[in-house]
């Protein structure tokens, strides 16, 4: 059953996620192929590159999911979801630094490097195609808030569950982008201020939501996910 966090923590995360893109994904969607074209053709195009983007966080939700229900039968579903709320709190303590840890662990720099390598030959190859599969690429960048929520749609436990949080996830952050998009690529200095303010803020809020649901956690939940053994009497 979908409960109010299933809902809630994910649609937080996600907005926040979207002050973080204007940020350090802006220099991207300016280089997205999309001309002097009219602001009906932008939000199409956008929507159709997002699409790509959320499609590829809902299949690692699913994959996420699945790895947490298999956590959860061992007994951590309540581990998991703490885990995820402190982590997005840390996050919101760190604020814009924590994509530098990210970076600065071995491997991820180049798996950066190469995502978005990829996406410029799609960019050079296919001028105004293939947005898509350049929005599922997006989807692969090695991301601090994508970590955290797939530390979220681990604590749910469930693939179905997970996917959904992606879902939720992916759709939060659709309203500030596409208005980066078809409105304007540029913040004034007090507008970013305020986006600097508004993310941890947001950031703090989901982590307290999966801390709660993870403090009042029953039982009840991990027995519905260990199937019962048991010999029946005659």
């Given at each position: 059953m979908?409960?109010?966090?299933?809902?809630?923590?994910?649609?937080?995360?996600?907005?926040?996620?979207?002050?973080?893109c204007?940020?350090?994904c802006?220099?991207l969607?300016?280089?997205?192929?999309?001309?002097?074209a009219?602001k009906r053709?932008?939000l199409g195009?956008?929507?159709?590159y997002?699409?790509?983007?959320?499609?590829v966080?809902?299949?690692?939700g699913?994959?996420f999911?699945l790895?947490?229900?298999?956590?959860?039968i061992a007994?951590?579903?309540?581990?998991?979801?703490?885990?995820?709320g402190?982590?997005?709190?840390?996050?919101?303590?760190l604020t814009?630094?924590?994509e530098?840890?990210v970076?600065?662990?071995?491997?991820?720099g180049?798996?950066?490097?190469?995502?978005?390598?990829?996406?410029?030959?799609?960019i050079?190859s296919y001028?105004?195609?293939?947005t898509?599969?350049?929005?599922m690429?997006n989807?692969l960048?090695?991301?601090?808030?994508?970590y955290?929520?797939l530390?979220g749609?681990?604590?749910?436990?469930?693939?179905?569950m997970?996917?959904?949080?992606m879902?939720?996830?992916?759709?939060?952050t659709?309203?500030?982008?596409l208005?980066?998009?078809?409105?304007?690529?540029?913040?004034?200095?007090?507008i970013?201020r305020?986006i600097?303010?508004a993310q941890?803020?947001?950031?703090?809020?989901?982590g307290?939501?999966?801390l709660?649901?993870?403090l009042?956690?029953?039982?009840s939940?991990?027995?519905?996910?260990?199937?019962?053994?048991g010999?029946?009497?005659?």
């Amino acid at each position: 059953m979908i409960s109010p966090y299933d809902i809630t923590a994910p649609l937080l995360l996600g907005l926040a996620g979207s002050l973080h893109c204007v940020g350090m994904c802006g220099p991207l969607l300016i280089a997205l192929p999309l001309g002097n074209a009219e602001k009906r053709k932008i939000l199409g195009q956008m929507l159709v590159y997002h699409s790509g983007r959320i499609l590829v966080y809902v299949l690692l939700g699913l994959l996420f999911g699945l790895l947490g229900k298999g956590i959860a039968i061992a007994g951590f579903q309540k581990v998991l979801s703490l885990f995820a709320g402190i982590l997005m709190i840390s996050m919101a303590l760190l604020t814009w630094r924590f994509e530098r840890i990210v970076l600065s662990i071995p491997g991820v720099g180049l798996i950066s490097e190469k995502v978005k390598s990829g996406i410029g030959k799609l960019i050079r190859s296919y001028p105004g195609r293939a947005t898509f599969t350049m929005g599922m690429f997006n989807g692969l960048l090695p991301c601090g808030m994508v970590y955290a929520a797939l530390a979220g749609a681990i604590s749910t436990s469930e693939s179905g569950m997970g996917a959904l949080f992606m879902a939720v996830f992916g759709i939060g952050t659709l309203p500030l982008l596409l208005a980066v998009s078809v409105l304007g690529r540029s913040f004034s200095l007090s507008i970013k201020r305020k986006i600097m303010l508004a993310q941890p803020i947001l950031l703090t809020l989901a982590g307290l939501i999966l801390l709660q649901r993870g403090l009042h956690l029953d039982i009840s939940l991990f027995e519905s996910a260990i199937p019962k053994a048991g010999m029946d009497c005659h």
